[in-house]
């Protein structure tokens, strides 16, 4: 993996893009258990300062890599949808 220092101007850009503290809390967004002005604000505010597309799809991606790492299951596949999920809702399809 390259170091940081070694990456050209523009995706250094989008790494520090990714750190950013945007008081954007997607499990909040996905539950709807903020109001969406609360936390869209400064996300909407870093979007018209400059943010690029290429800067927005990393930061989903690094939250995805964040949340796929909080249980850590690597053999253990679907194994935390299958036994943890309420079978009521799994039925419900």
């Known amino acids: 993996l390259p170091s940081y220092a070694g990456l050209p101007a523009d995706e250094r850009k989008s790494v520090l893009f990714t750190q950013g ?16 002005g609360g936390m869209l604000t400064t996300l909407k ?16 991606l690094h939250w995805f890599t964040d949340l796929s790492g909080a249980e850590p299951t690597p053999l253990g596949g679907a194994e935390k949808f299958v036994l943890k999920f309420p079978h009521a809702v799994l039925t419900s399809f």
């Open 21 to 36: 503290k945007m008081n954007f809390n997607h499990g909040w967004f996905v539950q709807a258990e903020a109001p969406p």
């Open 45 to 60: 505010d870093v979007l018209t300062a400059g943010a690029t597309a290429a800067d927005l799809g990393l930061y989903f």
